[in-house]
């Protein structure tokens, strides 16, 4: 069995959810939860945008096509996701990288994110 990092976000609180729909992390429980196992590091809550989801499938991630045989819903502009740190940080450099939900980030981010590039990206606290 796998165990989890402390659920703590990056600002040093009890990390918030992300999605239940679709289901999102590494655990699949909704949270940007991680662990020693999860070598994507999948802690950034991020709100999926068009031009977001475009850039992933051009690097082979293909995000919006569902895979029902995975049950993965695919997503869509508004979707709410868990994303690897170092892909965000690779949207971040492309200028293409979508808004993030710093309460439901995990603070493992922070090895590969510093905090003021995503504070950069934060959503305001009407959008959460």
Known sequence: MQTPDPSVNVHGRPLEACSTR?????????????????RGRHTVCAVM???FLAFSKYLG???STP??????????HGD??????SRFLQAHEESCAPKVHLGATHMRTL??????????????DDEV
């Open 80 to 85: 709410r996701w868990c994303l690897c740190a």
């Open 67 to 76: 895979r029902p045989e995975f049950g993965f819903p695919g997503l869509k």
């Open 49 to 51: 945008t068009r031009e």
């Open 111 to 124: 090895d590969v994110v510093p905090l003021e590039i995503l504070s950069a990206y934060a959503l305001s």
């Open 22 to 38: 679709p289901m999102t992390g590494y655990f699949r429980n909704g949270s940007c939860d991680t662990c020693i196992h999860d």
């Open 61 to 63: 991630n293909d995000l």
